[in-house]
Each structure stands twice: as C-alpha cells, then as structure tokens.
C-alpha cells in the first residue's frame, strides 16, 4: 500500500464532546483525571492535514483507567479502533499537565488486543487498509517541517486540560506515525500512516454501561462491556455518545471550495414509542474513510467511503447477507421512576425538583454497511444491552411567551385574553398533560389562581412549544361596572404556573396493547415567569385599542401598543439595561425585577 496522509478536522472544531469550557491551566495527577477505581468512557478522534485541505476521517470509543500499578499513568485501552492498548505518565511541567506516550519492552510496538472492554466497533484499521489483520502495531512520534516532511522524534507528548463538568481532554499536536506488521514481524505495506494531531476526550459523567458481543467474519467473538453517555430530549429522543463503541458519529457535506467536503462529528441520535416500548436508532451515517485521498485527488467528496448501521435481517444466520433498510429497533423498559423528594415537587429555582428513573435497552444484531460498495463488512454485533441504574429524567419547562390582553366592557367583568407558550427544554419523556395557572403577585406558589386550561404533551407546533389561546373574567375591585372607574389605571402581575401529570409505562402489555398507564407518580408544577396586565378605564369602560400590555418573553419583553412608541428597561437601581420600541421584543440580560417605561405606562417584570 502507498503512503497516505490523512487529513481531519482541525482543532477548533474536532468534536462535540469538546464544546466546553476548559479550567485554567493547572497541574493534575493521573488520580485527578480519572476519579475512582472504575474505568470510563473515552473518544479518541484522529486528524491532520494533506495539501492545506481539512478533513475529518473517524472518531472511535476506548476505555481509559488509571494504572493500578503505577497511580501516575493512564492507560487507554482500544486505541486506534481496537489496535492497541497504551499508556502514558501523567506530567507536570511549569504548572501545566502533559502526557507522555509509555514505552514497552519493545519501544512502541504493540500487540492488537481482545478483551473484554476493548470498544471496537470497525475492524481494526490494518483489515480497513490492507485486507488482512495485523499482528502489531508500531507507533513513531514525528515532527513535520514546512515542507511536509515527517521525521522520527523521542517523545509523544499531549496537553492536558480538565473542564468544569469533569471532562479531560489531551491533545496532541505534534504527528505519530503507524506501521501495522503481520506476525512475522514483516509490514504489512511500505510507508507509514500519518496522523497530524491526535486527541482523546475522558468522560467521567458517562451514565450508562452497555454489552454485546462482537462476531467476527470467521465466526470468532468475544464479549464486550463498555461505557457510554446518553442524554434524554423533549419529543421521545435521545442521542448517544459512543453507540456500539466508534465514539462520534461523522457527517459529510458536499461543499464547492477545497476540499470539496465539509465534515463534523454528532452523536448519534434514537427515539422511542413508550406505548409500544419500542425503541430505534437512527440509521445515520456514522463513519467516513478518506485512505483512498491523497493530494492528486481531485473530487474529495466522492473519493470518500461511507458507512451505515444497519440492523440484520435474519439474525439466526451465520453468515449475514441481507439487511434491513430502516432503523436499528429494540425494547425499552423503565424502572424505578421517582421524585426524589415527594415534598419538594416544584422545579428549580422555586424547588430542588428531581425524578430518576432506571432505564434498559436492548437492540437487535446489526453490522456495517459500506453505501458506496453496497457491500456488508466482516463483522456483527450481537446482544446489545444498554443498561442505565439511575437517570435524571427531571422535567424542565421554559417560558417562549405570556401575553395578557384586555377586552372590552361596559359591565362589572372584563374579559381577559390569555395567549400561553411554553416548552419542554428536556425530559418531556413520561408528561401526559399540562394544567396552565396564573397565580396572582410575583410568586407561583401564591393561593389565588385562575385555571386557563389544560394542554397534552404531544400537542406541540412546528417550533416545539406548547400553546395555550384562552381568556378569564376579570371582576371590578368595587363590583361595579368599569366605566365607574373612568381615568383609573389598573396593574395587575401574575406568574404563570404549569403543572405536569405524568403517565408511566407499566410492566406488561394490557389488552388494548398499550404498555403505559397514569400510575400515582405525583404531579410537579413550575413556576415559568411573569406577566403584568395593564389598562386605564375609558369614558365607556375598558377599550382594548387604547390601552398597553406587556409581555414577557424567554429572552425580554414585548410591549403591546396602537403605534410603535419608545419603551425603556430598568432594573431596580434605576439604570437603564434596554430600549426600544412597542409591539417588538426588547431582549436584555439578567435576573430580578425590572422596570418597564412606555409613555406614561409603567410596568413591573420579573426575570
């Protein structure tokens, strides 16, 4: 085989696992990186350059654990898609932290390992590049001069960086070549395989612990437990960091300026019938080969190798010929769900609101499947279960918009408009139902409430919101007709306050096939804003077109009005945060009460 270079993504965009925010630069021992005796998820990705062009090539899962015989180390197991398990000292230097590639009797040769917490999804890559299996593997640390020239260097060294949710990231950005060699110790094809930059990202917030088995094309297999990430989402959806065990997912766009493609890593994303207790994952592109790239090639994109999931179809063979052309589908069972205190049921910051769940998947045999060649790779993965002891499943509702209008009267009652949209932010999941309240004053959790309606969870828009359009009677102070109170300026605040019924799947399938039912999870409520109702009484009581209201939206407010008059913002220290004009949304930042001026109208909001 030629050389290849590979190129990948370059360092600002490598990986959605990496769009966080770093702690200073400090000193860490290896027992800081990885807390706990456990092992945890890792995504290693791998990308350099080639004729000034970027690419992303793949991305892989591996498990990292802290060496129990040496407490300064870290060892990473299934590197480089299952070729090798290595390790490297932990460092500080100057205040900072570095890695430090280890080497074995050896040097950096190593042997491809199988055991029981290697997370190979593909085959190795020596299968992907020469047809056959390597029985070693050497890895050279190089430098690269300006004109792209590789030479040998002593160390590997990368830069450690810890963020605020637990997440280490070590980058290394000097080259290392890869020479994969049979077991005669002969390589397999002249050359090296350079790899500009390389970078591995440590989970230790991973929630869930899946095994299978994996099925080679000889019939060989062995069995695999692993970890993974995976996070609930409004609509019954979810992604998945390191599904199967290849880590992140790889897209790629066709663009028309060099190199003609565009690539970024994604999780992969499932949903789920909680009905059905049927669960799917998506049969989404999930891996991109450029071997076949090189600085001749013209047209980037289509040199490119794509590979799918897809799930088999007959999985009592032995031999897999056929699949099926729509999602991957399985079971899912919920366990366990509770609030965590059954008197505290108010979301945050009004409570400490929380409902855990356990959760098991288990999916169907599926294997890899090359679109371009049409053809099935040499592997399966069998008996899939994910498993998840204790999930935050915590309903999480945001306000998109409350907006109180008056009518019009010439009685003792006023009709009031009441346009309501709100929704789910995240784990929408087990909600039937919404009762929609104002509560009047700045708290929620105030006694005198007026019931607007009720709305079902899966009722939403194409934005996603819950809507509420409904209206309430709004009695004079005195009882008497409005037009009593001629030239009288009335305010009235109120919060909005939403509480969610819940429906739990049951442990079997009842007659009519439906596997959930309203179970005695308690309801929770949540206190989503304010609204300040504002009028001033006509010469023929209440006219609506001359009067302003306010609306406070997600991100300010809206001040509704017959023209489009100056209003201004402050907050309670009397300065000014925002201005614009009624009947658009005036956007400002921070928490509190605030002062809202439109002509002589005055209105109270709080954020």
């Not at 290896?30 to 092992?39: F, H, M, P, Q, W």
């Not at 049409?374 to 915590?394: C, G, H, Q, W, Y």
């Not at 005198?448 to 102070?477: C, M, R, W």
């Not at 939206?553 to 509704?560: A, C, E, M, S, Y």
Request: proline share 3%; aromatic share 12%; hydrophobic share 40%.
């Amino acid at each position: 085989m030629t050389k290849h270079l590979h190129n990948l993504l370059t360092a600002t965009g490598i990986l959605m696992l990496c769009l966080f925010a770093a702690l200073p630069a400090r000193a860490y021992t290896a027992l800081d990186l990885i807390t706990g005796s456990e092992k945890i998820c890792g995504v290693e990705a791998v990308h350099g350059n080639y004729a000034q062009r970027s690419l992303t090539l793949w991305s892989h899962g591996i498990t990292a654990a802290v060496n129990k015989d040496n407490t300064n180390q870290i060892i990473l197991f299934g590197v480089f898609e299952g070729m090798a398990n290595i390790a490297f000292n932990i460092v500080e230097e100057n205040g900072n932290t570095y890695a430090y590639l280890v080497k074995n009797s050896h040097g950096y040769l190593y042997v491809p390992v199988n055991d029981d917490i290697t997370t190979t999804m593909m085959p190795n890559r020596s299968l992907m590049f020469t047809g056959e299996d390597a029985a070693g593997v050497t890895f050279t640390p190089c430098s690269v001069n300006i004109l792209g020239k590789y030479h040998a260097e002593d160390d590997w060294k990368g830069t450690v960086t810890k963020s605020n949710d637990g997440r280490v990231t070590i980058t290394f950005d000097n080259p290392i070549g890869l020479r994969y060699t049979d077991a005669y110790d002969h390589y397999l094809f002249d050359g090296y395989l350079f790899f500009n930059k390389y970078q591995v990202v440590l989970d230790n917030q991973t929630n869930v612990n899946i095994s299978d088995t994996y099925i080679r094309s000889d019939l060989s297999s062995y069995n695999r437990n692993y970890k993974a990430r995976i996070n609930f989402l409004s609509g019954n959806r979810f992604n998945f960091t390191n599904w199967a065990g290849f880590g992140e997912g790889i897209k790629s766009t066709k663009t028309y300026s060099i190199p003609n493609v565009a690539q970024s890593l994604y999780c992969m994303e499932g949903y789920y019938v909680p009905e059905t207790g049927k669960v799917y994952m998506k049969r989404a592109p999930w891996m991109v080969d450029a071997d076949d790239v090189n600085e001749f090639t013209f047209n980037v994109y289509n040199a490119m190798r794509r590979f799918e999931m897809r799930q088999v179809e007959d999985p009592t063979v032995t031999t897999v010929t056929t699949y099926e052309t729509g999602d991957i589908e399985g079971t899912i069972d919920f366990n366990s769900i509770s609030h965590a205190d059954e008197n505290d049921l108010w979301q945050a910051p009004h409570g400490n609101l929380k409902t855990t769940t356990a959760v098991t998947m288990k999916f169907e045999p599926f294997v890899a499947f090359s679109v371009e060649k049409s053809a099935i790779l040499p592997f399966r993965i069998n008996n899939t279960v994910i498993k998840m002891n204790e999930e935050d499943v915590t309903l999480n509702l945001k306000l998109a918009s409350m907006q109180l209008k008056p009518g019009t009267t010439n009685t003792e009652v006023l009709p009031i408009n009441a346009d309501i949209a709100f929704y789910a932010d995240k784990n929408e999941t087990f909600v039937h139902s919404y009762d929609i309240y104002l509560v009047e004053g700045e708290s929620p959790k105030g006694e005198k409430t007026i019931y607007l309606g009720n709305v079902v969870a899966k009722d939403i828009d194409e934005q996603g919101y819950h809507k509420l359009s409904t209206n309430f009677k709004l009695t004079s102070p005195d009882g008497k007709p409005w037009y009593t109170h001629k030239d009288e300026a009335f305010n009235y605040l109120y919060s909005l306050k939403i509480v969610a019924h819940y429906v739990l799947p049951t442990s079997a399938a009842p007659a009519n096939g439906k596997r959930m039912a309203i179970t005695s999870l308690a309801p929770s409520n949540h206190g989503l804003g304010n609204s300040t109702l504002s009028f001033t009484v006509g010469v023929n009581g209440v006219n609506a077109e001359s009067n302003l209201t306010l609306e406070n939206t997600q991100n300010g407010v809206i001040v509704h009005a017959p023209n489009d008059m100056a209003v201004e913002v402050y907050n309670m220290a009397g300065v000014k945060v925002a201005q614009g004009v009624a009947n658009s949304e005036i956007t400002f930042d921070g928490k509190g009460v605030f002062v809202v001026k439109a002509g002589a109208k005055v209105f109270k909001v709080v954020k």
